[in-house]
């Protein structure tokens, strides 16, 4: 069913956005209804949910309310973006995905709060620059209230409480930035607990290293959810290019080692091209990714693919 949704939602944007398989003149400002009628009903979802804690009995001749909180100048608003994907491959030629995330500000509950409604793997620490078509195992939509309070340009602390993995979770993730002689190094160590699953410690490294019109990347993470029996490691280095404002090429390789639903070890090697373009305006871009992946469970014979993503991003 989820196949057969996501390949609907496919099939009906591209109709949407396009006539005898270009952006006609035509179907331009459909694109923007569509877009503008998502983009007003999610900040209108915000604004409800904000003013369940609005606060207006509290509220003096300047316009703040009792929580130190300007009502005029932090108005609730939404952001997100909407991921439709077609992943053909050697092995499979009819796979499509459909991923999204919309983040509900609420100021008036608290500045630094915020509700986050998506199906993207969240519990799976992901590199920089990471290409998730090969392991992601999500089904479901994850709720979750995040706060996140930022102490200067080198830490941060982002906190959530809600629902993934079916399940009530809580996490914790410190992030600590470093520059050095134009290395910018960056640790994020994270700790998870799950109702079920227990606990799930994890940690990300990353090292980027300037160059003069590009930069390298080094990625590097660990994780162990305690129900597993095994822990998750990942490698990745890539190379990023960006071409104008609105272009970018990534190139890279990665290394994977997981657990999938079964609990069963599982390694691949991943090598691919990222092309991302602006389309159109400034919110719908454009992803091709032609890959060649090793992978343990086909006893590591190489299966060829490639990645196609349309995404349009709503809000500020």
């Known amino acids: 069913m989820r196949l057969l949704l996501a390949y609907l939602c496919l099939l009906f944007s591209f109709e949407s956005l396009s006539e005898e398989n270009t952006l006609t003149d035509k179907a331009l400002p459909k694109a923007d209804f569509l877009q503008n009628r998502l983009n007003?009903?999610?900040?209108?979802?915000?604004?409800?949910?904000?003013?369940?804690?609005?606060?207006?009995?509290?509220?003096n001749s300047k316009g703040v309310n009792s929580k130190g909180i300007n009502s005029k100048d932090n108005k609730a608003s939404a952001n997100g973006?909407?991921?439709?994907?077609?992943?053909?491959?050697?092995?499979?030629?009819?796979?499509?995905?459909?991923?999204?995330?919309?983040?509900?500000?609420?100021?008036?509950?608290?500045?630094?709060?915020?509700?986050?409604?998506?199906?993207?793997?969240?519990?799976?620490?992901?590199?920089?620059?990471?290409?998730?078509?090969?392991?992601?195992?999500?089904?479901?939509?994850?709720?979750?209230f995040q706060y996140i309070k930022q102490f200067n340009q080198q830490r941060q602390i982002k906190n959530r409480i809600g629902i993934s993995r079916k399940q009530l979770y809580l996490r914790s993730e410190m992030q600590f930035n470093w520059l050095v002689q134009q290395i910018n190094l960056k640790l994020q160590p994270r700790l998870d607990y799950f109702l079920q699953d227990g606990w799930g410690p994890?940690?990300?490294?990353?090292?980027?290293?300037?160059?003069?019109?590009?930069?390298?990347?080094?990625?590097?993470?660990w994780q162990k959810i305690q129900s597993e029996s095994r822990s998750r490691r990942k490698v990745g280095f890539y190379h990023i290019k960006p071409a104008g404002n609105n272009k970018l090429f990534v190139s890279?390789?990665?290394?994977?080692?997981?657990?999938?639903?079964?609990?069963?070890?599982?390694?691949?090697?991943?090598?691919?091209?990222?092309y991302r373009n602006l389309v159109y305006k400034s919110w719908m871009y454009f992803e091709v990714e032609p890959f060649i992946e090793f992978n343990q469970l086909n006893n590591f014979k190489?299966?060829?693919?490639?990645?196609?993503?349309?995404i349009s991003y709503y809000g500020n």
């Open 40 to 59: 007003t009903m999610m900040q209108d979802t915000a604004s409800w949910l904000d003013g369940i804690g609005d606060d207006t009995d509290g509220v």
């Open 81 to 144: 973006y909407l991921q439709l994907s077609w992943l053909p491959r050697t092995a499979n030629l009819d796979d499509v995905d459909a991923n999204f995330k919309v983040a509900l500000n609420l100021p008036q509950w608290n500045e630094r709060l915020a509700l986050v409604i998506d199906n993207d793997d969240e519990d799976e620490v992901l590199l920089d620059y990471e290409s998730n078509y090969v392991n992601n195992n999500q089904d479901g939509v994850n709720v979750a």
């Open 202 to 221: 994890g940690a990300k490294a990353v090292v980027t290293y300037p160059l003069e019109q590009s930069y390298f990347s080094l990625s590097a993470s």
């Open 252 to 274: 890279g390789v990665q290394y994977i080692k997981s657990n999938n639903q079964a609990d069963t070890s599982n390694e691949s090697y991943y090598l691919s091209i990222r």
């Open 302 to 310: 190489r299966e060829a693919g490639i990645a196609l993503s349309l």
